[in-house]
């Protein structure tokens, strides 16, 4: 039988446990983390190379992006469906805060051409790279949050400081009245 890659081009991913996809096959998992980043190889906290003999492990945000771009075919393994964008859309719903904020925010960045990471060891929701991790480090970090969230000043600071501490510099993305990202970089100094 042959793969879904050969006949479609996709690489093929699962959904598993209704909220964590995996590309089983490590040789597609490789191509599409040499590709851009995506995914994180499972055991493999920080990869020398893109090439692995492990599955890939990708987030529903990266998931939707690839489906989208028609690079991956994704089945359910409860049923071996087919799922579709709404159903995968449905799912992250359930999963993340403000989905659709995030994601927003997630493809903007993709289609400038930035690298885009988890930033959750950050203390954000995004951390961005110009070349990748392991290339070069992540000059920024991002929060999103819904449209009219007001963000307090301890807030602010805190963040602020957080971003400094690890030499990046702070931004808040949220989605303006267009639909349209707008991002917001904070610059400290000290008077």
Do not use: C
Not at 161 to 181: H, M, Q
Request: aromatic share 10%; net charge positive.
């Amino acid at each position: 039988m042959e793969t879904t890659e050969k006949t479609t081009g996709k690489k093929r991913a699962e959904l598993i446990q209704g909220n964590r996809v995996i590309v089983w096959n490590p040789e597609e998992g490789s191509q599409l983390y040499a590709e851009s980043y995506y995914g994180q190889p499972l055991g493999i906290r920080k990869p020398k190379s893109p090439q692995f003999t492990r599955p890939l492990e990708l987030s529903l945000i990266e998931t939707l992006y690839l489906i989208e771009k028609e690079k991956i075919e994704l089945t359910d393994a409860t049923d071996d469906h087919t799922v579709t964008k709404q159903e995968l859309e449905e799912k992250a719903e359930q999963t993340y805060i403000d989905f659709k904020t995030k994601y927003t925010v997630y493809k903007n960045l993709r289609e400038r051409g930035y690298i885009v990471r988890p930033g959750l060891k950050f203390g954000a929701d995004f951390s961005i790279y110009e070349h990748g991790p392991g290339i070069d480090h992540a000059p920024l970090i991002v929060s999103v949050v819904p449209k009219g969230t007001q963000l307090s000043p301890i807030e602010t600071v805190r963040a602020g400081r957080l971003a400094t501490s690890v030499r990046k510099k702070f931004v808040v993305a949220t989605v303006g009245p267009t639909g349209e990202p707008k991002y917001y970089m904070f610059a400290w100094h000290k008077p």
